[in-house]
């Protein structure tokens, strides 16, 4: 009897004491993946009230040509990174910022494929949702958007192409596209059911507007949804201004792949 009630003794402190469940780790996480034998450090943002029993929305952003490096830490100090930092209650949802190495670009290999194997695993970690993935990139970023997007056509639920395009500055300096072919093919690739919102400045002086206004064409062509916005006497810096727009996020959360499939 003794043992017997010792045993019972131990079970009552026992189911007394309290199970803590682990915090989820939030904010801006380190992350690394190996491709081809190669490291590539990435950063994940993931929203204070994340939670394990539900999918989230995912936004992978491509960052532009002065953030390029190995670090891992330098895609997020522009853009949609820094618009988080200064409100992170806007932004319920994971966002992956894969970093571009120096003297290479978002269209390039591996380059390409490092940004969607970032998002991959991410996906997978952090339970994001494949229905309401979303592609957003600023300049060198904004190229990237229009490349990952008509690399892999059906994949993402919307696009935030920021001062982009599909030719090279020099290219279009030196050499000119001799019609709008290539915006058209483009536009073809990636489909009228993706919906898309570019923004642009005016007055840039790094990438032509007509960039963006091509594309933006060439997409409403298609019969899709578009939404183009053009700040007028802004030069390069137009991301600031774009991901501070008011229904920015709205307008990306209440897309998903499910509901522009059927259009």
Same mark, same amino acid.
């Given at each position: 009897m &003794?043992?017997?009630?010792l ?7 026992g189911a007394a004491?309290?199970v &803590?469940?682990k915090?989820?780790e939030?904010?801006f996480? $380190? &992350?690394?993946?190996?491709? #081809?034998?190669?490291?590539?450090k990435y950063?994940?943002?993931?929203p204070?009230?994340w939670?394990?029993n539900?999918?989230?929305?995912i ?5 532009? !040509?002065?953030?390029r490096?190995d $670090?891992g830490l330098?895609?997020?100090?522009v /853009?949609l *990174?820094a618009?988080?930092r200064?409100d992170?209650?806007?932004?319920p949802a994971?966002i992956?910022?894969p970093?571009?190495?120096t003297?290479s /670009?978002?269209? $390039? ?6 940004a969607?194997?970032?998002?991959? !695993?991410?996906?997978k970690e %952090?339970?994001g $949702? ?6 957003t990139g600023l300049?060198m ?6 490349h990952l997007a008509a690399?892999? *056509?059906?994949? %993402?639920?919307a696009?935030?192409?920021?001062c982009?395009?599909l030719?090279h500055p020099?290219v279009? &300096?030196?050499?000119p *596209?001799?019609?709008?072919?290539p915006?058209?093919?483009a536009?073809?690739?990636i489909g009228?059911a993706?919906?898309?919102?570019i %923004?642009? /400045?005016?007055v840039d #002086?790094?990438?032509?507007v007509?960039?963006s206004?091509?594309? !933006?064409?060439?997409m409403?062509a298609?019969g899709?949804?578009v939404h183009?916005t053009e700040?007028?006497?802004i030069?390069?810096?137009?991301? #600031? ?7 920015l996020m709205t307008?990306m %959360?209440s897309k998903?792949?499910? !509901?522009?499939s059927?259009?």
């Amino acid at each position: 009897m &003794r043992n017997l009630y010792l045993v019972f003794l131990i079970f009552c402190l026992g189911a007394a004491i309290p199970v &803590r469940a682990k915090k989820a780790e939030t904010g801006f996480l $380190d &992350r690394t993946l190996i491709l #081809d034998g190669s490291s590539y450090k990435y950063q994940v943002f993931i929203p204070d009230n994340w939670a394990s029993n539900k999918k989230w929305p995912i936004i992978l952003f491509l960052h532009g !040509a002065g953030e390029r490096g190995d $670090d891992g830490l330098l895609q997020t100090s522009v /853009g949609l *990174p820094a618009a988080v930092r200064n409100d992170r209650g806007r932004f319920p949802a994971i966002i992956v910022m894969p970093q571009c190495r120096t003297h290479s /670009g978002w269209p $390039d290999t591996p380059m390409d494929d490092v940004a969607i194997r970032a998002l991959e !695993a991410a996906q997978k970690e %952090f339970h994001g $949702d494949k229905q309401r993935t979303y592609l957003t990139g600023l300049s060198m970023g904004g190229y990237g958007t229009w490349h990952l997007a008509a690399k892999y *056509p059906g994949r %993402f639920a919307a696009l935030v192409p920021i001062c982009g395009g599909l030719f090279h500055p020099d290219v279009l &300096r030196t050499n000119p *596209p001799e019609s709008n072919a290539p915006y058209d093919n483009a536009a073809k690739k990636i489909g009228k059911a993706t919906p898309v919102w570019i %923004f642009h /400045g005016e007055v840039d #002086d790094t990438v032509p507007v007509t960039e963006s206004r091509k594309m !933006a064409e060439a997409m409403k062509a298609l019969g899709g949804e578009v939404h183009y916005t053009e700040y007028p006497g802004i030069s390069h810096n137009s991301w #600031d201004k774009a991901y501070a727009e008011p229904e920015l996020m709205t307008w990306m %959360f209440s897309k998903s792949i499910s !509901a522009t499939s059927k259009k």
